[in-house]
């Protein structure tokens, strides 16, 4: 089992529209969980992080964890088509120093 | 301005000829990562440094390596050994490995393609 696996998608929406995107991860250890925003033939930057449980919010953006189902979520309202890109969700463990990726999800937001 | 830079952007090899890839960092970040990216696979970890003189195989190691001999410089050296080069090849650093909150920072990544 991957340490944490993503829908690869491709997913695609209307303008205006709530988009979900979900990961599942297999390590209890105590870590971040993060979401990378890709776009095409970029390297990643960093969206947003979140500790070990609970929910961030920034602006339009919202990361979520549930521990007991060990479920990665990032919520975008209001999508933009400058929201398509592919979003990848990430587990950090800082003993080891190690950021591990789930495969990503190409999103398209269609004007 | 600081940053990661990644050279050369584009790259093709022959089959059997080994390739060395740069990563150069100006942000006093410790640690240094290597990730290599195929479509359908998000990235997947080849190496890793929290401090000088000092890497760590990751998930997919086999067939690459690497030398850290200064702070700023985390080379790659894709070999002939590698049996499916072809990717892209991504580089990021983060202030302090085993402190951090994982906000790692990304060069523009090089593609390399063996013919």
């Known amino acids: 089992q991957k340490e944490v696996e993503q829908d690869p998608g491709p997913l695609s929406v209307p303008e205006g529209a709530i988009v979900s995107l979900n990961c599942t991860y297999s390590n209890s250890a105590f870590q971040y969980f993060m979401w990378y925003r890709q776009y095409s033939r970029k390297g990643p930057e960093l969206l947003m992080y979140?500790?070990?449980?609970g929910n961030k919010e920034d602006g339009r953006f919202t990361a979520q964890v549930d521990k007991s189902s060990k479920y990665i979520s990032l919520f975008i309202r209001d999508s933009q088509p400058s929201d398509s890109a592919t979003y990848l969700c990430?587990?950090?463990?800082?003993?080891?120093?190690?950021?591990?990726f789930g495969q990503g999800t190409t999103l398209q937001v269609k004007p | 301005d600081g940053g990661i830079t990644q050279s050369p952007k584009y790259l093709f090899r022959k089959e059997g000829q080994n390739v060395t890839l740069s990563c150069e960092q100006n942000?006093?970040?410790?640690?240094m990562y290597w990730y290599r990216q195929d479509p359908g696979q998000g990235l997947r970890l080849i190496y890793y440094?929290?401090?000088?003189?000092?890497?760590q195989k990751g998930d997919i190691a086999e067939g690459y390596s690497v030398s850290r001999e200064k702070k700023e410089s985390f080379p790659l050296t894709v070999t002939s050994a590698q049996k499916n080069p072809t990717a892209f090849y991504l580089c990021?650093?983060?202030?302090?490995?085993?402190?951090?909150?994982?906000?790692?920072?990304f060069g523009e990544g090089s593609r390399l393609t063996v013919l």
């Open positions: 440094s929290q401090i000088v003189n000092d890497f």
């Open positions: 990430a587990r950090w463990t800082s003993n080891t120093g190690k950021l591990i």
């Open positions: 942000l006093n970040h410790d640690a």
């Open positions: 990021a650093s983060t202030r302090g490995g085993g402190t951090g909150t994982g906000e790692l920072f």
């Open positions: 979140t500790y070990s449980s």
